[in-house]
């Protein structure tokens, strides 16, 4: 597979995101900037304030693909015709998709069937494929279960029909990941950048606490907050449920990044070098070394793996964050406000803002090597199943810059299509971080874990890191061994 | 009825009223016209908006179609239709049978009957018992690519798989016999007493919850809170309340083994206390004086008589809540996917085809669960056939 590191490109135009546009998922309501005939989408609840009433979100014609031109022509060739798309997107991440598509479905007439899984997206997906009935594409986070479908013959390779010297230069990091000689497996969809840090802003400045900008100054700033009483780290092993342990093991992953070669890290992830190797376990005794020190997380490892994703963050909110039960937490760009307390159970808007003069603001991952500062980002991606003009034409579509342009302008999302302009991201707060982060950054790596065979990413490694968190990080050597032991031969 | 006979000899269907057929080609219309909505996988949404479209809701139509609007009311839909092209299409299959087979000569038609009534059951269960079980066990044989393997099988000899496979024996020893014996112990405790109805209701409550629900259940008991918080999980509350730390119950290996039997235990024992309840209530008062008169203690009549007598009930709850719990699955999957040394068979199987896509080794896996279960099947069989013979 292609593993390729992420260059700063991937993100020079980066992220996104709001505080305010998304309304909670459950309520339809039409979209902005849309006729209402063909696109009966689930819009955001709120009035939508942030969306751009008249700009249609599509692009102009030629496009560059043959279908999505016909598609668009203003005899609606493939009006009527339906295209169904899965996807483990729920609440603002729906809303957001159903407004970037909205625009497409009425000037082509195609009715896009959007299956919204949510957690139990991979499973559905493989019932279905396996079951003879796939959707006629599917997004996934995985690269790797892009790989397996392809090898058991499942997908269209797009570059059978999509231009592949244009997917190559508009995707010019994220492509690689799932093409294999001359297939191209999969469309790059959503990116999200993983090296970063949420805390609570006013806290910070009454406590008189300035942003670590190094690993010694995170560690000093820690142990200020744990002398003055408090607990500095928010961590979750990533539950509830089967998806335990990539918090965890994001952090290792950040970690070897900022220590070691990018290329470290690709021979981990082709097994060129072992988990028992002794950078990757230095990676291991550096993070365990911060979050298993007493007093660093409140209750040690073994509440690490009990805390929850949702709510482990919630101390940081104590008296309004003023009095916060925790202070810093990693984790992607698409966790707030979705997650944010009030909102988590509430719904609606959140009342704490996201910014450098909000309540909770975000600060890149500090830099521990002078060399290396490498960062770690993700990206879903879009397979076909089916091989019909419309669908053609919707991937397609789903390519261009346009594809995500309702998306961003909305809820906000971050494109790894380089040709997305910057000022779609422009006034957000987010974009501005990610910013920072991609431009300081001397390489972007995909998240090693959803590189590795599965059975390793979403299997031994987590076991692995849960067991490891569980002890406190005291039999490193043996948690190392046994995946290099569960590594498929 | 003499006339209906009449009717009915004149339409030349023997022995079956002329309504039956009417009703029988209707049905079949329906059933017919059902079973392509069914099979249309958006049938629901396009019925209830052709339905909109007659009614007039134009806006509500064009939403369901859309894959918006009204998406529950279609969904009730299409379950009204499923329950009515089910039960009806099975009455339609065995009252058509029935007809044509009426017809034959009675000596032929006597022999027949019964292959008429068995046939449907024995065709579904080759299609998704007999021939889905046989895929499997090829299947395990295969790798991704479809070629030949052994792999499958030798792999599970590696540490991890048997400490899975520990893990099952466990389950099996330990969440078995605790609820036979818990089950045991208090039926023939709450034989003795005043409320017994009302005591047993307690115990046998909990049968009425799903696994998945119980699990939940148990999480809020086994729940655990860093020190310095206040603690919201019972077992914890209580542990800390005796200035003990709290401990994380569902995910500490090895207590989260026990931890999570206990949600089984807590299901199966009121199944257990059920069944062996109304045996023990079947032994005979004159068998029980009897020894009472000829000196015997109540430990003695217990487990020299009424253990004795109530043997057959014993095997058959002990084997089913066997395979129950050989097949043990939401406990484990729901309190953490197995993360922490807990893994069981079962979940491993569904993570190996559904997160590593693992097929053959997920098959191989399926098959050890069912070569396991095989024993236990034959000795509950045997069980009933020697209950039959009594």
Known sequence: ?489 | MALDRTQATDSGAYGTPRWVLVASLIGLVFAALGITVLIDPHGGQNLLAGLYDMLGNSSGAEALRNGQGDQFIAKLLLAVIALLVGVGGIWLLFTGASTIVERFSPKLRDRVIPWVFIAPAVLLLTIFLVYPAVGTVISSFFDPKGAFTLNNWTSLAKGEFLEILRNNVIWLVVATAGSVGLGLLVAALFDRIRRESLAKVFIFTPLAISLVGATVIWKFVYAVQPPSQPQFGLLNAIWTAFGNKPVAWATTFPINLPAEMLIMIWLQTGFAMVVLSAAIKGVSVEVLEAARLDGAGERQIFFGIIIPLIRGSIVTVTTTIAIATLKIFDVVFSVSGGLNHDNVVAVRMFQEMFQFFNDGRAAALATVLFIAVLPVMVLNLRNFRRQAAM
Not at chain 1, 375 to 400: I, K, N
Request: proline share 8%; glycine share 10%.
């Open chain 1, 1 to 489: 597979m292609g593993k390729k590191p992420w260059t700063m490109g991937a993100f020079a135009a980066a992220v996104v995101l709001i505080a305010g546009a998304c309304g909670p998922a459950a309520t339809p309501a039409p979209p902005a900037a849309t006729t209402p005939a063909a696109t009966a989408e689930p819009g955001a609840s709120a009035p939508a304030a942030t969306s751009a009433p008249a700009a249609k979100n599509l692009p102009a014609v030629p496009t560059g693909y043959t279908e999505l031109d016909q598609a668009l022509g203003s005899d609606q060739p493939m009006k009527g015709k339906k295209v169904s798309i899965q996807t483990q997107w729920t609440g603002g991440e729906a809303t957001g998709f159903a407004n970037a598509i909205a625009d497409f479905q009425a000037a082509t007439g195609i009715a896009v069937q959007v299956d919204s899984i949510g957690s139990s997206h991979e499973t559905v997906l493989k019932t279905r494929v396996e079951g003879g009935s796939p959707p006629d594409m599917s997004q996934i986070a995985q690269p790797t279960a892009v790989l397996a479908y392809a090898k058991e013959g499942k997908l269209i390779d797009v570059g059978t029909f999509m231009d592949k010297t244009k997917l190559n230069a508009e995707f010019p990091s994220t492509i690689g990941l799932t093409t294999e000689g001359d297939h191209i497996w999969s469309i790059p969809t959503k990116a999200d950048v993983k090296s970063m840090i949420w805390y609570p802003v006013k806290a910070f400045a009454a406590a008189g606490y300035t942003v670590p900008k190094t690993w010694d100054e995170l560690v000093t700033l820690s142990d200020k907050i744990v002398a003055a009483g408090s607990k500095p780290f928010c961590v979750s092993a990533g539950g509830p449920g089967t998806a335990t342990g990539w918090e965890l093991t994001d952090w290792v992953e950040e970690v070897l990044a900022k220590t070691e070669d990018p290329q470290v890290t690709n021979d981990w992830i082709s097994h060129k070098i072992t988990f028992e190797d002794p950078k990757i376990k230095a990676a291991f005794d550096k993070v365990g070394s911060l979050l298993f020190k007493d007093g660093y997380v409140d209750g040690g490892g073994p509440q690490i793996v009990n805390n929850d994703l949702k709510t482990v963050m919630d101390p940081m909110f104590n008296g309004d964050t003023a009095t916060p039960g925790c202070w810093m937490q990693k984790i992607p760009v698409w966790y707030g406000p979705d997650f944010f307390p009030d909102r988590r159970t509430n719904g609606g808007d959140s009342k704490y803002k996201i910014g450098d003069d909000g309540d909770i603001g975000i600060f890149p991952f500090p830099n521990i090597s002078d060399t290396f500062k490498g960062a770690e980002g993700s990206a879903d991606s879009f397979m076909v199943f089916t091989d019909r003009p419309e669908v053609r034409a919707f991937a397609e579509f789903l390519a261009t810059p346009e594809g995500l342009e309702g998306w961003i302008k909305t809820v906000g999302v971050l494109s790894p299509n380089v040709k997305v302009p910057a000022e779609w991201y422009a006034g957000n707060y987010k974009l501005k971080v990610a910013n920072d982060i991609a431009s300081g950054a001397t390489a972007i790596l995909f998240d090693a874990s959803d590189l590795m065979p599965p059975a390793v990413g979403q299997g031994s490694f987590w076991t692995g890191i849960s067991d490891w968190a569980n002890s406190n990080g005291s039999n490193t050597d043996a948690v190392l061994k046994a995946i290099d032991d569960s590594w498929p031969q």
